[in-house]
């Protein structure tokens, strides 16, 4: 069973930065694909970005392009997510995954809050 911890979120102001982290522990984490997903306040869950196992593959939904860039250590068990120009689109809680064939696990989430 593997366990997933974020850390990071907060308070912003629009154009600022914020640097998420996860750090997973109870499984092999070099076996996973990592992701992080977000969900904002009367909204679904929506994927944000994935990383291959191997921490070059990286797949963006299009929003965060180019403001966004996810990195992973697996000699820590760690995926980051640096977030920067954030705007106030962005609030939402942030929740860490990891993936085999599907996404099993899940992270608690933190919160980002992004203030115009």
């Known amino acids: 069973q593997v366990q997933l911890v974020e850390s990071g979120g907060g308070l912003v102001q629009a154009g600022g930065s914020l640097r998420l982290s996860c750090v997973a522990s109870g499984g092999t984490f070099s076996s996973y694909v990592m992701g992080w997903f977000r969900q904002a306040p009367g909204k679904e869950r929506e994927f944000v970005v994935r990383i291959g196992r191997f921490g070059i593959a990286k797949d963006y939904v299009d929003s965060v392009k180019g403001r966004f860039t996810i990195s992973r250590d697996n000699a820590k068990n760690a995926v980051y997510l640096q977030m920067n120009s954030l705007k106030p689109e962005d609030t939402a809680v942030y929740y860490c995954?990891?993936?085999?064939?599907?996404?099993?696990?899940w992270g608690q989430g933190t919160q980002v809050t992004v203030s115009s």
């Open positions: 995954a990891a993936k085999t064939g599907t996404w099993d696990y």
